[in-house]
């Protein structure tokens, strides 16, 4: 281990002998700085994880042998006021206490509130605008409590007791009578409330005006428990509109009552179709399960026909939906509804559902909404996880695209290409996060970016490529993604510019897992690691560092150079061409390139080299050369001369310098190779001990010093050579009889070869 300590050692012994001289001695002028940004230590040090694994949290990624999370239940009914958009609901919640904690209050959201006048949400909306918020609506918003209370049961016999609660914007907490015990004390608590939906809410649910009937798409429309996890404890960071949610899972027992020409579809199953729906629909329902063409359920003419009644009575729809983060569902008299069966890989099968108004009927558009549900959820289901629910519920209504669990809400506009993009994108987050149940409060990448890069898979995948997307020049898009201004992709949301959330949250870490799995994994190794992430932490929490460790103990890849740069910071990428030598100046008999790695990104390295006769190579350095170096210089095999060299010839990586990108032999640096012998020999200096022995080895200068190990110097211009291990230059005499031994801060001692 002696040679890993060899620059301290070296320099603090010749330190000890020369250190009377120094102040005798005229110091030399300092080196000139170098052009390159790249520092090798930041971008491949030690210490990537900040914390060591622990009982709930394993080092190699996986949920430890003590791992818990608490569970929340919900048996919710709620009626629908189909005149002034109000529901009025409540919930009983089960609430099971799993941690090792005991607890005396608890903490549940109430998203509503986001849409009051006054709330923190509302008052962060910048003058220009926002997707978020109400869009300047003026309603009487946000959650109406009418009571909180526990429910105990004895001796088969339920009592309801009023309980201390308080509300504080989008949280409300509440305060237990007795102390909720730990691992497995459940507590229920009862909640009565009322809200009147905005039109257009944060694009995550709202109410459209149809010809034939609103269409309501409800969401974030119950309280619903923080959650309590082992690294945070409660997770109570409010809800401002641009993060989105992070859940308990539990199960959902849900009625909802809408006036009778309503037909209403949830994130679960029906389970009283003969209730509510005619013989009709419930044969062509069966007939959808067992086609895999898309089969009308609910035609346009008889939506037509259901919307000129004027209902005095309701019905009452009941679906039930089992380990779930969420619940959502969508009601309207104007619905044409299909549907189609979906086949999974366990050959279980489940059911592909649209639902959309008479506008937004057609081939062209949501007349194919079915067959691109069932085509992303068989291929997602395939290659990475299957897909647990009984149906897929495609909504067109106001909003512009939002996921929840077995459900969607897109914009009842979209068409063909706009169509596939959203319902692809919305029911790939199926997988994260409704599976894979990440902190979206705090980092959307690991939802939306893991679902944006799946989704660039995928798209390739459907109808033997129809909607194909080319490949980006990433070239073009480095500004966008290192631009200096952007935040970190770790970055909360709520904690970056509202116009950065695209780049930041979806294209940038989709772009990142895109290059570790063609560039850097493979598509073998990565698929595999991005498989055991699924899987581990399928229905549970995972944290930022359980991803990267994952990723990095099932592919046998250490990792933490790639996460730095692009996940905790927002380093450029910039490597060059700098110069070419022929070997003993000869073309025939080989060509040393020398490339640069100038910002503080790392990358491995492609080059297309070109020589006169036409013949083109394809060279892969890897990562590793930048691990202890800015520069390097390796040999090419060639029997001519090089007429260009091209680094990223195919615009993979982010490279936001394209002019040093290339060499070519018109306007390219030519170094000459430099006879090495007239350095060589011994050297010494009568008033210090030791000696300085320089040989050759393959071309290049070995230094030995008795009782050290060997290193090697490099020849830098005018008789210069350095060291960049030692941090030592040798600047030689014209006649390469002596030279003077430089260390970094410009102090120097003559040596005379003997």
């Given at each position: 281990m002696k040679k890993y300590h060899f620059t301290f050692t070296l320099q603090f012994l010749l330190l000890l002998f020369v250190s009377s001289l120094w102040s005798q001695q005229s110091p030399v002028l300092a080196p000139i700085k170098k052009v390159s940004n790249y520092d090798y230590y930041a971008a491949f040090g030690p210490y990537f994880y900040s914390n060591d694994g622990s009982k709930t949290r394993s080092v190699s990624g996986q949920p430890g042998v003590e791992y818990w999370k608490n569970k929340a239940d919900y048996k919710l009914s709620a009626e629908l006021n189909d005149a002034d958009n109000e529901i009025s609901s409540k919930v009983i919640i089960t609430y099971t206490n799993n941690s090792p904690d005991n607890m005396n209050f608890l903490w549940m959201y109430l998203e509503q509130n986001l849409f009051k006048d006054n709330s923190r949400g509302n008052a962060?909306?910048?003058?220009?605008?926002?997707?978020?918020?109400?869009?300047?609506?003026?309603?009487?918003?946000?959650?109406?409590?009418?009571?909180?209370?526990?429910?105990?049961?004895?001796?088969?016999?339920?009592?309801?007791t009023d309980v201390k609660y308080s509300i504080y914007e989008t949280r409300m907490q509440v305060f237990l009578p007795q102390e909720l015990k730990s691992k497995g004390g459940i507590v229920k608590l009862?909640?009565?409330?009322?809200?009147?939906?905005?039109?257009?809410?944060?694009?995550?649910?709202?109410?459209?005006?149809?010809?034939?009937?609103?269409?309501?798409?409800?969401?974030?429309?119950?309280?619903?428990?923080?959650?309590?996890?082992?690294?945070?404890?409660?997770?109570?960071?409010?809800?401002?509109?641009?993060?989105?949610?992070y859940l308990e899972y539990g199960d959902f027992d849900v009625a909802i009552t809408v006036p009778s020409n309503q037909f209403v579809v949830c994130s679960g199953e029906l389970v009283n179709k003969s209730e509510v729906l005619s013989l009709k629909e419930q044969n062509r329902f069966v007939t959808a399960s067992q086609s895999d063409k898309t089969v009308i359920i609910r035609s346009k003419e008889e939506v037509i026909e259901?919307?000129?009644?004027?209902?005095?009575?309701?019905?009452?729809?009941?679906?039930?939906?089992?380990?779930?983060?969420?619940?959502?569902?969508?009601?309207?008299?104007?619905?044409?509804?299909?549907?189609?069966?979906?086949?999974?890989?366990?050959?279980?099968?489940?059911?592909?559902?649209?639902?959309?108004?008479?506008?937004?009927?057609?081939?062209?558009?949501?007349?194919?909404?079915?067959?691109?549900?069932?085509?992303?959820?068989?291929n997602y289901s395939k290659r990475w996880f299957e897909y647990p629910y009984k149906t897929a519920t495609?909504?067109?209504?106001?909003?512009?695209?939002?996921?929840?669990?077995?459900?969607?809400?897109?914009?009842?506009?979209?068409?063909?290409?706009?169509?596939?993009?959203?319902?692809?994108?919305?029911?790939?987050?199926?997988?994260?996060?409704?599976?894979?149940?990440?902190?979206?409060?705090?980092?959307?990448?690991?939802?939306?970016?893991?679902?944006?890069?799946?989704?660039?898979?995928?798209?390739?995948d459907f109808n033997n490529g129809e909607y194909k997307k080319e490949n980006r020049d990433l070239h073009l898009y480095s500004k966008n993604f290192t631009n200096p201004s952007l935040e970190p992709i770790m970055s909360s949301p709520d904690n970056m510019k509202e116009a950065n959330i695209g780049i930041l949250s979806y294209y940038k870490p989709s772009t990142a897992l895109t290059l570790l799995r063609e560039q850097i994994l493979g598509p073998e190794r990565f698929d595999f690691a991005f498989r055991t992430y699924i899987e581990r932490w399928a229905y549970k929490h995972p944290a930022p560092d359980d991803f990267f460790r994952t990723m990095e103990n099932a592919s046998g890849e250490d990792l933490g150079?790639?996460?730095?740069?692009?996940?905790?910071?927002?380093?450029?990428?910039?490597?060059?061409?700098?110069?070419?030598?022929?070997?003993?100046?000869?073309?025939?008999?080989?060509?040393?390139?020398?490339?640069?790695?100038?910002?503080?990104?790392?990358?491995?390295v492609t080059l297309e080299i070109k020589t006169k006769s036409g013949k083109t190579t394809r060279i892969q350095l890897p990562v590793e050369i930048w691990q202890r170096n800015e520069e390097w210089t390796f040999k090419h095999n060639s029997t001519e001369e090089i007429e260009s060299i091209i680094i990223d010839p195919d615009h993979i990586l982010p490279d936001n310098n394209e002019s040093n990108n290339s060499w070519n032999s018109a306007t390219g640096k030519i170094e000459?190779?430099?006879?090495?012998?007239?350095?060589?020999?011994?050297?010494?200096?009568?008033?210090?001990?030791?000696?300085?022995?320089?040989?050759?080895k393959k071309g290049v200068i070995n230094v030995e010093m008795k009782d050290f190990p060997k290193f090697t110097i490099e020849y830098i211009d005018n008789n210069t050579f350095e060291s960049k291990a030692s941090g030592l230059t040798f600047q030689f005499a014209e006649n390469k009889n002596s030279f003077d031994l430089i260390w970094d801060d410009g102090n120097k001692i003559n040596y005379t070869r003997e």
């Open positions: 962060i909306i910048p003058i220009s605008g926002s997707r978020n918020g109400a869009q300047g609506q003026v309603f009487d918003g946000g959650n109406k409590i009418k009571s909180v209370k526990i429910v105990t049961t004895s001796k088969g016999k339920s009592t309801e009862k909640i009565e409330y009322s809200f009147i939906s905005p039109k257009e809410g944060s694009d995550r649910m709202g109410v459209l005006e149809t010809k034939n009937g609103k269409v309501f798409t409800m969401a974030q429309w119950y309280p619903r428990m923080c959650v309590y996890d082992d690294i945070r404890g409660w997770n109570t960071n409010p809800y401002l509109g641009a993060s989105e949610f259901n919307a000129t009644t004027n209902p005095k009575t309701t019905k009452t729809w009941r679906f039930k939906l089992n380990n779930s983060r969420d619940i959502a569902w969508a009601s309207s008299a104007s619905f044409i509804v299909d549907g189609a069966r979906i086949n999974l890989p366990s050959g279980k099968k489940s059911l592909a559902i649209s639902v959309y108004p008479i506008e937004s009927d057609g081939m062209d558009a949501w007349g194919r909404s079915t067959e691109y549900v069932k085509a992303a959820i068989e495609n909504v067109a209504g106001i909003v512009s695209g939002m996921e929840y669990p077995a459900m969607s809400f897109s914009d009842y506009k979209d068409k063909g290409k706009d169509l596939w993009s959203v319902t692809d994108h919305e029911f790939g987050h199926i997988w994260f996060p409704m599976i894979v149940g990440s902190n979206e409060r705090l980092y959307a990448w690991m939802d939306e970016g893991f679902n944006t890069f799946i989704n660039s898979i995928s798209w390739n150079w790639f996460w730095r740069a692009w996940f905790v910071n927002n380093w450029q990428l910039d490597q060059g061409v700098n110069a070419i030598k022929y070997v003993n100046n000869d073309p025939t008999k080989g060509v040393y390139i020398t490339i640069e790695n100038f910002e503080k990104m790392a990358m491995p000459k190779d430099i006879d090495l012998k007239g350095y060589l020999g011994t050297y010494s200096n009568n008033k210090y001990i030791g000696t300085f022995v320089l040989s050759l």
